[in-house]
Protein backbone atom coordinates (compact mmCIF):
# COMPACT_ATOMS: atom_id res chain seq x y z
CA UNK A 1 0.00 0.00 0.00
CA UNK A 2 0.98 3.59 -1.00
CA UNK A 3 1.69 5.92 1.79
CA UNK A 4 3.98 9.09 2.00
CA UNK A 5 6.53 7.33 3.43
CA UNK A 6 7.30 6.20 0.06
CA UNK A 7 11.21 5.47 -0.25
CA UNK A 8 13.18 6.22 -3.55
CA UNK A 9 16.09 3.92 -4.25
CA UNK A 10 18.71 5.87 -4.95
CA UNK A 11 20.98 4.57 -7.74
CA UNK A 12 24.21 2.83 -7.21
CA UNK A 13 27.31 3.53 -8.38
CA UNK A 14 28.81 -0.24 -9.42
CA UNK A 15 32.15 -1.05 -10.82
CA UNK A 16 31.51 -3.02 -14.02
CA UNK A 17 33.39 -6.34 -13.85
CA UNK A 18 32.56 -8.02 -17.24
CA UNK A 19 34.74 -4.25 -18.62
CA UNK A 20 37.34 -5.04 -16.69
CA UNK A 21 37.60 -8.47 -16.95
CA UNK A 22 37.47 -8.25 -20.91
CA UNK A 23 39.63 -5.49 -21.03
CA UNK A 24 42.26 -7.67 -18.93
CA UNK A 25 41.65 -10.72 -20.18
CA UNK A 26 41.96 -9.97 -23.44
CA UNK A 27 45.26 -7.75 -23.31
CA UNK A 28 46.44 -10.27 -20.75
CA UNK A 29 46.88 -12.78 -23.52
CA UNK A 30 47.81 -10.68 -26.36
CA UNK A 31 50.65 -10.12 -23.62
CA UNK A 32 51.48 -13.67 -22.68
CA UNK A 33 50.94 -14.70 -26.75
CA UNK A 34 53.99 -12.05 -27.43
CA UNK A 35 56.23 -13.68 -24.21
CA UNK A 36 55.55 -17.03 -24.82
CA UNK A 37 56.43 -16.64 -28.23
CA UNK A 38 59.96 -14.48 -27.95
CA UNK A 39 61.16 -11.64 -27.08
CA UNK A 40 58.73 -9.29 -25.95
CA UNK A 41 61.27 -6.07 -26.45
CA UNK A 42 60.75 -6.77 -30.67
CA UNK A 43 56.70 -5.45 -30.10
CA UNK A 44 58.27 -2.34 -28.76
CA UNK A 45 58.72 0.67 -31.19
CA UNK A 46 58.47 3.67 -30.67
CA UNK A 47 57.83 5.53 -34.09
CA UNK A 48 54.76 2.58 -34.43
CA UNK A 49 53.19 4.09 -31.11
CA UNK A 50 53.82 7.82 -32.58
CA UNK A 51 52.22 6.63 -36.04
CA UNK A 52 49.37 4.91 -34.68
CA UNK A 53 48.53 6.25 -31.03
CA UNK A 54 49.63 9.86 -31.82
CA UNK A 55 48.15 9.72 -35.87
CA UNK A 56 44.66 8.47 -34.37
CA UNK A 57 44.07 10.86 -31.41
CA UNK A 58 44.79 13.83 -33.31
CA UNK A 59 43.01 13.10 -36.35
CA UNK A 60 39.88 11.81 -34.60
CA UNK A 61 40.17 15.20 -33.25
CA UNK A 62 39.61 16.88 -36.40
CA UNK A 63 36.22 15.15 -36.61
CA UNK A 64 35.34 16.65 -33.55
CA UNK A 65 35.46 19.50 -31.24
CA UNK A 66 38.08 19.65 -28.21
CA UNK A 67 35.07 19.44 -25.60
CA UNK A 68 33.50 16.37 -27.43
CA UNK A 69 36.97 14.56 -27.13
CA UNK A 70 37.71 15.49 -23.64
CA UNK A 71 33.87 14.58 -22.59
CA UNK A 72 34.67 11.44 -24.05
CA UNK A 73 37.83 10.31 -22.48
CA UNK A 74 35.99 11.04 -19.11
CA UNK A 75 32.73 9.34 -20.28
CA UNK A 76 35.25 6.13 -20.80
CA UNK A 77 36.37 5.86 -17.47
CA UNK A 78 32.71 6.01 -16.18
CA UNK A 79 32.42 2.36 -18.36
CA UNK A 80 34.62 0.93 -15.39
CA UNK A 81 32.12 2.33 -12.69
CA UNK A 82 28.41 3.35 -13.76
CA UNK A 83 25.48 4.35 -11.79
CA UNK A 84 23.26 0.81 -11.85
CA UNK A 85 19.00 1.51 -12.42
CA UNK A 86 16.97 -1.45 -12.07
CA UNK A 87 13.99 -0.69 -14.48
CA UNK A 88 12.01 -2.90 -12.76
CA UNK A 89 12.94 -1.13 -9.20
CA UNK A 90 11.86 2.60 -10.99
CA UNK A 91 8.61 1.18 -12.25
CA UNK A 92 7.24 -0.01 -9.00
CA UNK A 93 8.54 3.16 -7.44
CA UNK A 94 6.86 4.95 -9.85
CA UNK A 95 3.52 3.37 -8.97
CA UNK A 96 3.69 3.52 -5.87
CA UNK A 97 3.97 7.73 -6.81
CA UNK A 98 0.93 6.94 -8.66
CA UNK A 99 -0.91 5.37 -6.22
CA UNK A 100 -0.13 7.96 -3.39
CA UNK A 101 -1.04 11.15 -6.07
CA UNK A 102 -4.48 8.87 -6.55
CA UNK A 103 -5.07 8.62 -2.77
CA UNK A 104 -4.26 11.75 -1.17
CA UNK A 105 -3.95 14.25 -4.20
CA UNK A 106 -1.29 15.62 -6.27
CA UNK A 107 -0.21 17.88 -3.92
CA UNK A 108 0.88 14.98 -1.47
CA UNK A 109 3.91 14.22 -3.57
CA UNK A 110 5.17 17.69 -2.46
CA UNK A 111 6.41 15.57 0.42
CA UNK A 112 8.28 13.12 -1.31
CA UNK A 113 10.09 15.65 -3.85
CA UNK A 114 13.25 15.56 -1.85
CA UNK A 115 13.48 11.46 -1.73
CA UNK A 116 13.85 12.17 -5.74
CA UNK A 117 16.56 14.19 -6.27
CA UNK A 118 18.78 11.58 -6.70
CA UNK A 119 17.01 10.72 -10.00
CA UNK A 120 17.04 13.90 -12.03
CA UNK A 121 14.75 13.88 -14.29
CA UNK A 122 11.85 12.08 -12.12
CA UNK A 123 12.49 15.15 -9.39
CA UNK A 124 11.86 17.57 -12.37
CA UNK A 125 8.78 15.54 -14.01
CA UNK A 126 7.22 15.41 -10.42
CA UNK A 127 7.94 19.18 -9.48
CA UNK A 128 5.90 19.74 -12.87
CA UNK A 129 3.51 17.96 -11.75
CA UNK A 130 2.70 19.59 -8.65
CA UNK A 131 2.86 22.66 -9.46
CA UNK A 132 0.43 21.87 -12.09
CA UNK A 133 1.93 22.02 -15.15
CA UNK A 134 -0.08 19.99 -17.76
CA UNK A 135 0.37 16.22 -18.47
CA UNK A 136 0.97 17.22 -22.25
CA UNK A 137 3.61 19.89 -21.87
CA UNK A 138 5.74 17.95 -18.73
CA UNK A 139 5.87 14.92 -21.26
CA UNK A 140 6.99 16.97 -24.14
CA UNK A 141 9.77 18.95 -21.50
CA UNK A 142 10.70 15.35 -20.19
CA UNK A 143 11.37 13.58 -23.74
CA UNK A 144 13.63 17.00 -24.72
CA UNK A 145 15.58 16.23 -21.83
CA UNK A 146 15.45 12.61 -22.44
CA UNK A 147 16.55 13.08 -25.90
CA UNK A 148 19.43 15.40 -25.16
CA UNK A 149 21.13 13.11 -22.69
CA UNK A 150 20.87 10.40 -25.49
CA UNK A 151 22.65 12.91 -27.91
CA UNK A 152 25.62 13.08 -25.61
CA UNK A 153 26.02 9.63 -25.25
CA UNK A 154 26.03 8.97 -28.57
CA UNK A 155 28.57 11.84 -29.21
CA UNK A 156 30.83 10.25 -26.79
CA UNK A 157 29.98 6.53 -28.71
CA UNK A 158 30.64 8.00 -31.95
CA UNK A 159 34.07 9.75 -30.90
CA UNK A 160 35.19 5.98 -29.96
CA UNK A 161 34.03 4.68 -32.91
CA UNK A 162 35.85 6.96 -35.29
CA UNK A 163 39.01 6.35 -33.39
CA UNK A 164 38.15 2.50 -34.51
CA UNK A 165 38.37 3.33 -37.88
CA UNK A 166 41.06 5.30 -37.79
CA UNK A 167 43.56 3.31 -36.00
CA UNK A 168 43.88 0.84 -39.11
CA UNK A 169 43.87 3.16 -41.24
CA UNK A 170 46.89 4.87 -39.38
CA UNK A 171 48.45 1.63 -38.98
CA UNK A 172 48.40 1.21 -42.85
CA UNK A 173 50.54 4.63 -42.93
CA UNK A 174 52.68 3.55 -40.88
CA UNK A 175 53.13 -0.03 -42.82
CA UNK A 176 53.76 1.81 -46.08
CA UNK A 177 56.12 4.13 -44.48
CA UNK A 178 58.24 1.84 -43.20
CA UNK A 179 58.21 -0.20 -46.79
CA UNK A 180 59.38 3.07 -48.07
CA UNK A 181 62.28 3.22 -45.88
CA UNK A 182 63.35 -0.08 -46.34
CA UNK A 183 62.43 -0.12 -50.40
CA UNK A 184 64.76 2.97 -50.16
CA UNK A 185 67.68 1.36 -48.04
CA UNK A 186 67.88 -2.33 -49.40
CA UNK A 187 71.75 -1.29 -50.30
CA UNK A 188 72.06 -1.18 -45.91
CA UNK A 189 71.36 -4.55 -44.41
CA UNK A 190 71.42 -2.88 -41.11
CA UNK A 191 68.26 -0.56 -41.95
CA UNK A 192 65.98 -3.08 -42.90
CA UNK A 193 64.76 -4.76 -39.39
CA UNK A 194 64.17 -1.42 -38.06
CA UNK A 195 62.26 -0.25 -41.38
CA UNK A 196 60.03 -3.36 -41.27
CA UNK A 197 59.52 -3.48 -37.80
CA UNK A 198 57.69 -0.13 -38.36
CA UNK A 199 55.61 -1.92 -41.17
CA UNK A 200 54.55 -4.64 -39.36
CA UNK A 201 54.23 -3.24 -36.19
CA UNK A 202 52.02 0.13 -37.01
CA UNK A 203 49.35 -2.71 -38.54
CA UNK A 204 49.80 -4.73 -34.98
CA UNK A 205 49.18 -1.69 -33.25
CA UNK A 206 46.02 -0.59 -35.14
CA UNK A 207 44.52 -3.60 -35.26
CA UNK A 208 44.60 -4.09 -31.34
CA UNK A 209 43.47 -0.15 -30.79
CA UNK A 210 40.76 -0.27 -32.87
CA UNK A 211 39.26 -3.75 -32.24
CA UNK A 212 40.27 -4.24 -28.03
CA UNK A 213 39.88 -0.85 -27.13
CA UNK A 214 37.86 1.49 -28.93
CA UNK A 215 35.14 -0.49 -30.36
CA UNK A 216 34.46 -2.40 -27.00
CA UNK A 217 34.16 0.74 -24.92
CA UNK A 218 31.77 2.33 -28.17
CA UNK A 219 29.18 -0.55 -27.84
CA UNK A 220 29.61 -0.48 -23.85
CA UNK A 221 28.64 3.12 -23.85
CA UNK A 222 25.59 2.35 -26.29
CA UNK A 223 24.70 -0.29 -24.01
CA UNK A 224 24.84 1.64 -20.85
CA UNK A 225 23.12 4.40 -22.43
CA UNK A 226 20.36 2.18 -23.71
CA UNK A 227 19.73 1.16 -20.43
CA UNK A 228 19.31 4.61 -18.68
CA UNK A 229 16.83 5.37 -21.63
CA UNK A 230 14.89 2.70 -20.93
CA UNK A 231 14.84 3.96 -16.97
CA UNK A 232 14.38 7.53 -17.88
CA UNK A 233 11.25 6.37 -20.32
CA UNK A 234 9.68 4.56 -17.37
CA UNK A 235 9.90 8.34 -15.48
CA UNK A 236 8.65 10.31 -18.49
CA UNK A 237 5.66 7.39 -18.20
CA UNK A 238 5.29 8.13 -14.57
CA UNK A 239 4.99 11.61 -14.44
CA UNK A 240 2.91 12.05 -17.56
CA UNK A 241 0.05 10.00 -16.09
CA UNK A 242 0.27 11.39 -12.41
CA UNK A 243 -0.17 14.63 -14.29
CA UNK A 244 -2.79 12.88 -16.37
CA UNK A 245 -4.50 11.79 -13.29
CA UNK A 246 -5.02 8.10 -14.74
CA UNK A 247 -5.73 5.34 -12.90
CA UNK A 248 -2.50 3.75 -11.67
CA UNK A 249 -3.41 0.08 -13.17
CA UNK A 250 -3.15 1.86 -16.38
CA UNK A 251 -0.14 3.20 -16.14
CA UNK A 252 1.46 -0.63 -14.81
CA UNK A 253 -0.12 -1.92 -18.20
CA UNK A 254 1.68 0.85 -20.34
CA UNK A 255 4.98 0.49 -18.22
CA UNK A 256 5.00 -3.63 -19.04
CA UNK A 257 4.44 -2.70 -22.70
CA UNK A 258 8.17 -0.93 -21.96
CA UNK A 259 10.10 -3.07 -20.09
CA UNK A 260 11.59 -6.53 -21.61
CA UNK A 261 9.71 -9.43 -20.38
CA UNK A 262 12.18 -10.49 -17.98
CA UNK A 263 11.55 -6.81 -16.27
CA UNK A 264 7.75 -6.70 -16.21
CA UNK A 265 6.12 -5.86 -12.87
CA UNK A 266 3.15 -7.05 -11.42
CA UNK A 267 2.24 -4.20 -8.41
CA UNK A 268 -1.30 -4.79 -8.22
CA UNK A 269 -1.64 -8.43 -8.50
Request: glycine share 8%.
Amino acid sequence: MADSNIQITKAKSVTDIATIVGLIGGFGLVIAAIFTGGSAGSFVNIPSVLIVVGGTLCITMMCFSLSETMRTAKVVMKTMSYTARDPSEAAIQVLQIAELARRQGVLSLQGILAQMESEPLLHKGMSMVVDGTPGEEVEAILTKDMHATIQRHQKSANVLKKAAEFAPAMGLIGTLIGLVQMLGNLADPSSIGPAMAVALLTTFYGAVMANMLFAPMAAKLERNSAEESLVNNVYVLGCVSVGRQENPRRLEMLLNSLLPPAKRVRYFD
